[in-house]
C-alpha cells in the first residue's frame, strides 16, 4: 500500500455494528509511501497506524479532515 500525506484511508467496518470510517494521513512513517502512516481522524484524534486489507486509499482528495 502506498500513498502520500493529505491521502485518506477508507477503513472498512469488519463486524455487524462497526461502520466504515476514514482517516487523513498527516504523515508518512515508512520508505517510498509505505506504512506506518500518522493518521488524524474526523474528531482530530490522531495515531499511528499501519492499514491491513480491509483498508483502501484514497489518493489526493483535496479535503482535509479537522
Do not use: N
Request: proline share 6%; charged share 25%.
Amino acid at each position: 500500500m502506498h500513498a502520500t500525506k493529505g491521502d485518506r484511508l477508507l477503513v472498512h467496518g469488519r463486524t455487524v455494528g462497526h461502520q466504515d470510517h476514514v482517516v487523513e494521513i498527516i504523515e508518512v512513517l515508512g520508505d517510498h509511501g509505505d506504512p506506518p502512516f500518522r493518521v488524524r481522524d474526523e474528531s482530530g484524534h490522531e495515531t499511528i497506524m499501519s492499514p491491513g486489507p480491509d483498508t483502501v486509499v484514497r489518493h489526493g482528495t483535496g479535503k482535509h479532515i479537522h
